[in-house]
Every structure is written in C-alpha cells, then in structure tokens.
C-alpha cells in the first residue's frame, strides 16, 4: 500500500522555525516529483513548494520563497519542509504529495498524507 506519513508539526512562535518530514512507502519514491501542500480553515489547498524526483530544480510559492526550503533523501524514501520565519498566515495543515508530473495544481497529484498541524501564534 502507498503510504506518505508527515511529522513535525506543532505550535511555534511568529519568527520561529520547524522542519516537517514526510515518510514515503509503497511505491518507487525517487522516479516521483514530490511536493507540500497546505490547507488553513476555510481555504483551499494551496501550493506550497514543490522538487523533482531528482532533487533540482525546486518550485516555491511566492509566499513562502526565501524563507522555506524543501529537499528530499531518495536513499531514505523521505522528503523535507524547512520552514523558517514563520508568520500567523503560514497557520495550516501541511500535505506531503507525490506525482509523476511536474505541477503546481493539487488534482495532478496521485498520493497524498493525512496531513500535519502547523500553527504560528504568540
């Protein structure tokens, strides 16, 4: 079964900084571009950063650039969100996703996590 499980979610100070995680199994990781997703209460899942299945090039939101890196580890079937400076607005659940196609839009992607909270607050 395809598995994508995200971790490292959590409550953070504006400024302040976590790493999210996203274990993948189940299917051939490395020949997937791979991408996170984020959805606040009441919005749609919007685009957050996205990487080739070979790790370059990367594709960020303009809302995230300069202070998000995503980065992948084909040898450990794992991909990554650092996220830095972290503000009110970046409040959401996180989704890891994964498909064969090198996109930007949620419906293009074929295998999706449950998700993780992240939530920005004083």
């Known amino acids: 079964d395809v598995r994508l499980l995200e971790s490292g979610g959590g409550l953070v100070q504006p400024g302040g900084s976590l790493r999210l995680s996203c274990a993948a199994a189940g299917f051939t990781f490395g020949t997937y571009a791979m991408a996170w997703f984020r959805q606040a209460p009441g919005k749609e899942r919007e685009f957050v950063a996205a990487?080739?299945?070979?790790?370059?090039?990367?594709n960020y939101a303009d809302s995230v650039t300069g202070r998000f890196t995503i980065s992948r580890d084909n040898n450990r079937n794992a991909l990554y969100l650092q996220m830095n400076n972290l503000q009110p607005e970046d409040t959401a659940v996180y989704f890891c996703?994964?498909?064969?196609?090198?996109?930007?839009?949620?419906?293009?992607?074929?295998?999706w996590g449950q998700g993780t909270q992240v939530t920005v607050s004083p």
């Open positions: 990487i080739t299945h070979r790790g370059a090039p990367t």
């Open positions: 996703a994964a498909s064969t196609l090198w996109v930007e839009e949620a419906k293009d992607y074929d295998y």
